[in-house]
């Protein structure tokens, strides 16, 4: 049984470009959620989703920032006009039937904007 | 919301010693998880724990959850435990939200 995949594992974007980040969950697990490392840092959460619903957004940055987990494909994590603040390890996480149930981490995205 | 505070920040061992890392939380949880963040970045899950005792090897954890603690227990300590522990809970009244502590720096000399 594969583990949570994210890809790519490294991202380079310039300032103003989009970047997007893609997170496969373990196979039956049907919630996902973001969190963000920046540098020197603990974990912040982002954001978590449901298939096609988006259930808690409350750590997403307000502007720039958005996700989505479709019914097809995996979730979808954007964000628009990149500047260099954004740099940081953007770690997705998938958990199986309650929203109570251990989280697995995939092995993250270092996202590096120049 | 919920306070999450890891002791100590830093901790520097010699191979083979034993070492304690607590975790303070401040309000009632549904899920409480231990990780090892290795010099790599990869997060590694070590234990799912809202309460009660487990061991997996040379690790073992408990968290007393109506004191609202837990503890991580690293026996005979091998270079590969360095990294970063982080603790990280899920509030009764958050969906899905875990909140991280600062984590505890290990690095543990040959």
């Known amino acids: 049984n594969a583990g949570v995949m994210q890809n790519p594992r490294h991202l380079v974007r310039r300032r103003g470009q989009e970047a997007r980040l893609r997170c496969s969950p373990m196979?039956?697990?049907?919630?996902v959620y973001w969190y963000r490392q920046l540098p020197e840092e603990g974990l912040k959460f982002m954001v978590y989703?449901?298939?096609?619903?988006?259930?808690?957004e409350s750590g997403m940055p307000k502007e720039r920032f958005s996700a989505e987990f479709p019914k097809e494909g995996p979730s979808i994590l954007r964000i628009q006009q990149v500047v260099r603040g954004d740099s940081a390890a953007y770690f997705c996480?998938?958990?199986?039937?309650?929203?109570?149930?251990?989280?697995?981490f995939g092995p993250g995205t270092r996202l590096t904007v120049l | 919301g919920i306070q999450v505070e890891q002791s100590p920040p830093d901790l520097i061992l010699q191979e083979g010693a034993n070492s304690t890392l607590r975790c303070n939380f401040s309000d009632s949880v549904n899920n409480l998880q231990w990780f090892h963040q290795n010099p790599w970045g990869q997060l590694i899950n070590l234990f799912y724990i809202p309460s009660g005792t487990k061991q997996n090897g040379r690790l073992s954890a408990t968290t007393v959850a109506t004191e609202r603690y837990s503890l991580l227990y690293i026996s005979s300590s091998q270079t590969t435990d360095s990294g970063v522990y982080f603790c990280a809970v899920l509030a009764t009244d958050s969906w899905g939200k875990l909140q991280f502590g600062a984590g505890t720096q290990v690095v543990v000399t040959p």
């Open positions: 989703l449901q298939k096609e619903n988006i259930i808690d």
């Open positions: 996480a998938s958990s199986p039937r309650d929203v109570t149930d251990t989280q697995y």
């Open positions: 196979k039956g697990h049907s919630h």
